[in-house]
């Protein structure tokens, strides 16, 4: 899929590592946008860094200097029974040392901090983002991937930043400061150095290109690790009782290979890379030293300066494996930004208006206008929706499986925005509604009740955090979960575990219900929130939801009739639109789907 | 507990009470990092925790940290095993890189001492060459050892991280359910990714850097010794303080670093929940809550990684600080030596010139030593998990008998949720006592299915009905009692052969990332024609909606894939139960989401597939209880009869108070009950 330079690409495209030119160019180019964002608010701090580690490598390079003046000056000068330079030489390497090691921990203090604040901020961006963008997008992007962008891709990014910052700054000086020293000392020798840099600039371009690719593959690889493990552990029940171990196995087996080849030959450009910079470092020593020589000879160098020259010419070259490192893990790390920023670049098809209108308090009138929506562009599941809710109402809405029911529910508590047409509540479009107040008026119960880890106060408490424990209790109590929490171990502080491995199917969508009912929102809408339920928990929550949905508006999807029997008001629908409309005892009454429905339903009650 | 740690961050996306909880059932790990990492590995660990209950969690380690660590990266020899010799052969191509590194400016010397001093003035220009030649030839050496180095030990390392991530996974797979409740999969995640890269990385820089450093400041510092007496001694005497340090370093590092790879596997498991949970999250528009727990949580591993970064300057300064104050000295001191002439300049111009090579070395020393503690935190989480022992294992002589009729038995069937201590309790202290009593779920269950039986499982929601059928498959074991297929005990058949027989369909069905037909056929016998089975399962469980998916049977489903609704979930669920053609077939209430039409017509498929087949299936409603042919009732724990769904609504009223929404149950008299209510069945809803 190629997308329009000028639309945003986001996370299209995304497993795809071989960029063409303009491609790799404009994902690079936006992956470094974000690393410059993450680092503007922290510029002080880091040109602070790059303060302290310039004055720990100064500290440093001072050492030899002052050994050989305490050699130089200080032994003559003792002999002569002067002790003063001598024992001043070694006062000051002793606070160049303690310089030295104070700068040290300095910045390695700073540049954690850096690295971390710069962490915990893409980590926030990118949590703040999953959560914002909408279902439709969770839909096709898997949690895994979405896992491996806030573990995997950040570990690279961590790497760099841990090691990166000090690497660099101080290996970039030193290379400065020996350059020019070396200018100063030879200028011929300096142009030695210079003729140096086409090799090596040569040797990045190579290493910058592959690198680029294989990085990119690595990120694709490494999501692709995660995705299947977190599937696995997920499922792992199903894993068990299908016997697929072995095949899981191998299909793992794969991808580890795939994730460590690739890892391999990253590696071994590496192993190229930082090698043949040695190499071209070693070579221009001997260059420079070939050039010299016969300098000498002729008389036109003094040997002493040649000799500079060479030590000069050797230690330039010294932090080159360093900033090959860096070169490295900087590579690495843009990859992974490339893949956050891609994920950060995604905009949520369902989001707030830019002007919207407070609806503090919403009476529940629902309203749909020539509705139409469809997943995707080609599919069409409500082709013009038109209908009424008034506020207070009970609607259940009923028919089979893919008739459109659920995504009515959707559209009400705005999980998707319509195709076309309006969908008011309380007169307002749902889309220029605050979501804050949409959330607070709209709150949807769903079949799959999950529970967080944790306990279940805080479970329950989800729908409103600011509720105390009585509040919570009574609504546990309303819906019928309260017997069932105070029999367990330790009450409502029992720790539901992973994916509420402790608690039923049916506990779960009652702890589920009790939220809904703290939540005490205006529009409640139940999407075959009861079908675990046994028939005295269904009766319980019937009860409960006469007093629930007295005075709210509530839209009811269930395939039991008993719950429908409590509606105001039965809607029928067939292939996205409304076939039958009316109270249920007036359906029942007629010849309907309804009343088949329900005399079938009747039949197979006891 | 210790009341400095930064406590457990629920991680509940929904609540903002960020208190430190100090009940048990905690998952975060690392409050007590230290004595984790006393116990190297975890594994053999009892001996030594319990031998000091009233131990400070905080209390240093009271073993040598070196041994600790030696002990713990011993346990990687098996995954290093096929690695040494190119690992040996890696570390002398570093040696020999270092030694080059050292030679260039020794030919340096020479050169212009020797030829080039001699040329001057003459036309001998051979000797220069020569010079120059073997300058360039030590150069070319060093970098081709170092590319050496690198080839030798990129393929291991790599290689050593996928073995081990592979065996993790495959023990995580063998592992029980009961394992899995009780790890955060982000704990399991970090592990198998975060921990392995840091190992990789590791082994195939910090290992080789660590030998080489370490040979170089030894070698170093015995030339020093060698060259420079009293001076070198002297210079030595500066290690013991660093030794001290180190020692201090190393226990406090050990604890952080622990609890940030801790903490970075909670952020984890937090991330993983809110994506999974991100329906209940936009229903209740929580997701700025979960934001706000999620940044403390993440603030938290900042701040460890601060202190952990704090300690390490502190460290690093420590190190270098003594070795240069330590030169600095001894510059005053040999000024003095060579004056009184004890010393010569040469001499102390030498040892100088190898102090100044010893001393980036000890330098590095800090980084190397904090990435080989890290790593070795790493290696004890890793083991923490490949060290549990799986408690729902083969039997060492599986039994298989040549015709399974299906005739199941549960005996005396007791079961109670292994209450076992959570990870992190695990290593705090395994003899802890336990706080109360284990709840029984089943209390002495006796119940048999006769082959080719469709028997209901019957009974209020969390009396453990889904619990009583996961023990027939082995997804759990039995606490006490026997299960017996064809009355042999489940536990004596191997796991694999076990599925075989039993086929499960869960209430929650788990779909795969694969097409329809995969996931249908995921548990279906090889050999057979697929095709038919894939058809005549989608008959069974009604679930023909797959023809008419965008690529039909071959259209990829699961997170990876297209979404279905619950209703479609369930049935290809079921579907999926049925192709797997089993002998026994357990069935988890398995029409729940299904609609009133579609029940029926599952119902009349099933109940002409299952004619031969043993069925148990978990009923909450009349429609499902009709497949079956008898009825079981399961209450307090215990099977209260047993009889046809007919016989029973007459007979047993508890019974009729969970089946039937006819009946109001407050009238329901006591007078016709063929068992007295119990107590749990007198409160209404419980």
Same mark, same amino acid.
Do not use: C, W
């Given at each position: 899929m190629r997308a329009v330079p000028v639309t945003p690409r986001g996370v299209t495209d995304e497993e795809n590592s071989h960029l063409d030119r303009a491609d790799s160019r404009l994902v690079r180019r936006r992956s470094l946008r974000l690393l410059g964002s993450l680092l503007a608010p922290l510029k002080r701090l880091f040109v602070l860094t790059v303060v302290l580690v310039v004055a720990a490598q100064a500290a440093k390079a001072a050492g030899p200097a002052l050994i050989a003046r305490a050699i130089d000056v200080g032994i003559p000068a003792a002999q002569d029974g002067s002790w003063g330079p001598a024992v001043l030489t070694g006062a000051v390497y002793v606070v160049t040392a303690l310089v030295a090691g104070a700068a040290t921990a300095g910045y390695i203090r700073l540049a954690a901090r850096v690295s971390q604040s710069i962490l915990l901020d893409l980590r926030q961006r990118v949590f703040r983002q999953t959560q914002r963008l909408s279902l439709e997008f969770h839909e096709s992007y898997t949690s895994g991937r979405i896992i491996s962008r806030q573990t995997a891709d950040l570990d690279a990014l961590k790497e760099l930043l841990d090691s990166g910052i000090t690497s660099l700054a101080s290996g970039f000086l030193y290379m400065m400061f020996v350059g020019i020293s070396l200018f100063l000392l030879d200028w011929q020798a300096g142009l030695v150095l210079l003729v140096a840099v086409i090799p090596v600039w040569l040797i990045t371009r190579w290493f910058q290109k592959r690198s680029q690719v294989l990085y990119r593959i690595s990120r694709v690889a490494s999501a692709r690790l995660i995705v299947n493990f977190v599937e696995t552990m997920t499922g792992i029940r199903a894993v068990h009782a299908f016997r697929r171990e072995d095949a899981n196995n191998r299909t793992y087996a794969d991808l580890t290979e795939e994730y460590r080849h690739n890892n391999a030959r990253t590696m071994g450009l590496n192993g190229i890379y930082d090698p043949a910079l040695q190499l071209t470092g070693n070579v221009t020593v001997a260059v420079a030293m070939a050039f010299g020589a016969f300098r000498v000879l002729d008389g036109q160098l003094e040997v002493g300066v040649l000799i500079a020259t060479l030590l000069y010419t050797k230690r330039f070259f010294q932090p080159v494996g360093q900033m090959a490192m860096f070169y490295n893990s900087f590579q690495s790390a843009a990859a992974a930004l490339e893949k956050i920023s891609g994920l950060l670049e995604e905009v949520p098809t369902v989001r707030q208006a830019e002007r919207p209108v407070p609806l503090p308090t919403a009476s529940g009138h629902l309203r749909f206008e020539h509705v139409r929506f469809g997943y995707g562009k080609d599919s069409v599941v409500l082709p013009d929706l038109d209908l009424d809710v008034p506020a207070g109402q009970t609607v259940a809405l009923v028919g089979q499986t893919g008739a459109g029911k659920s995504t009515v529910a959707k559209l009400v508590s705005r999980f998707y925005d319509v195709t076309g047409g309006r969908l008011l509540l309380d007169g307002v479009d749902l889309r220029e509604v605050t979501m804050r107040?949409?959330?607070?008026?709209?709150?949807?119960?769903?079949? *799959?009740?999950?529970?967080?880890?944790?306990?279940?106060?805080?479970?329950?408490?989800?729908?409103?955090?600011?509720?105390?424990?009585?509040?919570? $209790?009574?609504?546990?109590?309303?819906?019928?979960?309260?017997?069932?929490? @105070?029999?367990?171990? *330790?009450?409502?502080?029992?720790?539901?575990?992973?994916?509420?491995?402790?608690?039923s199917?049916?506990?779960?969508?009652?702890? !589920?219900?009790?939220? &809904?009912?703290?939540?005490?929102?205006?529009?409640?809408?139940?999407? *075959?929130?009861?079908?675990?339920?046994?028939?005295?928990?269904e009766r319980l929550v019937q009860r409960g939801l006469q007093t629930l949905l007295a005075d709210r508006t509530a839209i009811i999807i269930a395939h039991r009739l008993s719950t429908v029997a409590i509606a105001d008001r039965v809607l029928v629908m067939s292939e996205g639109r409304v076939v039958e409309d009316g109270a249920p005892e007036d359906l029942i009454g007629g010849t309907g789907r309804y009343a088949a429905l329900h005399q079938a339903w009747q039949d197979s009650l006891v | 507990m210790p009341s400095d740690h930064p406590g457990r961050q629920r991680t509940d996306?929904?609540?903002?009470?960020? +208190? @430190? /909880?100090?009940?048990?059932?905690? #998952?975060?790990?690392?409050?007590?990092?230290?004595? @984790?990492?006393?116990s190297a590995g975890g594994a053999t660990a009892g001996a030594s925790s319990s031998a000091r209950p009233g131990?400070? %969690?905080? $209390?240093?380690?009271?073993?040598? %940290?070196?041994?600790?660590?030696?002990?713990?990266?011993? =346990?990687?020899?098996?995954?290093?095993r096929p690695a040494i010799p190119r690992f040996v052969a890696g570390m002398l191509c570093a040696l020999g890189a270092s030694l080059c590194a050292l030679g260039i400016p020794q030919a340096l010397r020479w050169a212009v001492d020797g030829p080039l001093m001699g040329a001057v003035g003459s036309s001998d220009r051979t000797g220069i060459w020569q010079a120059i030649a073997l300058v360039l030839g030590l150069g070319v050496l060093e970098a081709g050892l170092i590319a050496a180095r690198r080839a030798f030990i990129l393929i291991p390392g790599t290689k050593v991280e996928a073995s081990m991530r592979l065996a993790l996974f495959r023990h995580l797979q063998d592992l029980p359910s009961a394992f899995h409740d009780q790890w955060p999969g982000g704990q399991l995640l970090s592990r198998s990714m975060s921990d392995l890269g840091m190992l990789r990385r590791w082994l195939s820089f910090g290992l080789v850097m660590l030998v080489v450093n370490t040979s170089t400041i030894a070698v170093g510092i015995g030339l020093m010794v060698h060259g420079g007496g009293w001076l070198g001694i002297a210079y030595l005497a500066g290690a013991l303080?660093?030794?001290w340090f180190s020692y201090r370093f190393s226990s406090r590092f050990r604890r952080i670093s622990r609890l940030s790879q801790d903490q970075a596997g909670d952020l984890a498991t937090t991330v993983e929940e809110s994506v999974h949970g991100i329906r209940v999250l936009k229903a209740f528009g929580r997701g700025r809550e979960a934001y706000q727990n999620f940044s403390v949580q993440a603030d938290q591993l900042r701040r460890t990684e601060m202190n952990k970064a704090r300690t390490l300057g502190a460290f690093t300064f420590a190190i270098t600080a003594i070795s240069e104050v330590m030169l600095g000295l001894c510059l005053l001191a040999g000024v003095w030596l060579a004056i009184e002439g004890q010393i010569s300049v040469g001499d102390l111009v030498a040892f100088f010139a190898t102090a100044v090579v010893v001393a980036g070395p000890v330098e590095q020393l800090g980084h190397l030593v904090s990435m080989t503690l890290y790593a070795k935190t790493a290696v004890d989480r890793y083991f923490e998990v490949l060290d549990s022992p799986n408690t729902v294992a083969d039997p060492e002589h599986p039994r298989r008998p040549d015709e399974v009729r299906g005739q199941v038995?549960?005996?005396?069937? #007791?079961?109670?949720?292994?209450d076992e201590p959570t990870p992190d309790q695990t290593w705090r202290d395994p003899d802890r006592p336990r706080e109360r009593p284990r709840t029984e779920v089943l209390d002495g269950i006796d119940l048999e299915i006769r082959p080719g039986e469709t028997m209901a499982l019957v009974g209020l929601t969390g009396s453990g009905k889904s619990t009583l059928i996961s023990l027939v498959p082995r997804l759990f074991d039995v606490t006490a009692g026997t299960v017996r297929i064809d009355g042999v005990d489940v536990r004596d058949y191997s796991r694999h052969h076990l599925r075989e027989i039993v086929s499960i369909a869960?209430?929650?069905? @788990?779909?795969?990332?694969?097409?329809? =037909?995969?996931?249908?056929?995921?548990?279906?016998?090889?050999?057979?024609?697929?095709?038919?089975?894939?058809?005549?399962?989608?008959?069974?469980?009604?679930?023909?909606?797959?023809?008419?998916?965008?690529?039909?049977?071959?259209?990829?489903?699961?997170?990876?894939?297209?979404?279905?609704?619950?209703?479609?979930?369930?049935?290809?669920?079921?579907?999926?139960?049925?192709?797997?053609?089993?002998?026994?077939?357990?069935?988890?209430?398995?029409? /729940?989401?299904? +609609?009133?039409?579609?029940?029926?017509?599952?119902?009349?498929?099933?109940?002409q597939e299952l004619a031969g087949t043993t069925t148990l299936v978990v009923a909450h409603r009349? /429609?499902?209880?009709?497949? &079956?042919?008898?009825?079981?009732?399961?209450?307090?724990?215990?099977?209260?009869?047993?009889?046809?769904?007919?016989?029973?609504?007459?007979? #047993?009223?508890?019974?009729?108070?969970?089946? !039937?929404?006819?009946?109001?149950?407050?009238?329901?008299?006591? *007078?016709?009950? &063929?068992?007295? %209510?119990?107590?749990?069945? &007198?409160?209404v809803g419980f």
């Open positions: 107040d949409l959330r607070r008026a709209v709150v949807m119960v769903t079949q *799959e009740a999950y529970l967080f880890s944790g306990t279940v106060r805080d479970n329950i408490a989800l729908a409103r955090p600011d509720a105390d424990d009585a509040a919570i $209790e009574a609504a546990a109590r309303a819906v019928g979960a309260h017997d069932f929490i @105070t029999a367990l171990p *330790e009450g409502y502080d029992s720790d539901v575990n992973k994916r509420g491995g402790r608690v199917a049916g506990q779960r969508q009652l702890i !589920s219900f009790a939220r &809904a009912f703290l939540a005490d929102p205006a529009v409640l809408i139940l999407d *075959e929130a009861t079908s675990s339920l046994d028939i005295p928990g | 996306p929904s609540t903002n009470r960020t +208190d @430190t /909880s100090t009940d048990s059932p905690s #998952h975060s790990a690392g409050h007590t990092a230290t004595e @984790t990492a006393d131990s400070t %969690p905080m $209390e240093p380690s009271a073993l040598p %940290p070196s041994t600790a660590v030696v002990a713990t990266l011993a =346990r990687l020899y098996p995954f290093f303080p660093v030794i038995q549960f005996d005396g069937v #007791h079961f109670s949720y292994p869960f209430e929650d069905s @788990t779909l795969f990332s694969a097409t329809v =037909r995969e996931n249908v056929l995921l548990g279906a016998p090889q050999g057979h024609d697929g095709e038919e089975d894939l058809q005549r399962a989608l008959t069974v469980a009604q679930a023909q909606f797959a023809h008419a998916l965008p690529r039909g049977v071959d259209t990829t489903i699961g997170e990876e894939g297209l979404s279905l609704s619950g209703g479609q979930r369930q049935r290809l669920a079921l579907a999926r139960a049925v192709a797997a053609r089993p002998r026994v077939l357990v069935l988890d209430d398995p029409l /729940s989401a299904l +609609d009133v039409a579609t029940e029926e017509a599952v119902t009349a498929q099933l109940r009349p /429609s499902t209880v009709a497949l &079956a042919d008898r009825v079981a009732v399961l209450q307090d724990g215990r099977i209260s009869a047993v009889g046809t769904h007919t016989d029973l609504l007459a007979t #047993h009223e508890h019974y009729r108070f969970v089946i !039937s929404s006819l009946v109001d149950p407050v009238s329901a008299g006591p *007078e016709d009950a &063929a068992v007295p %209510p119990s107590t749990r069945s &007198a409160e």
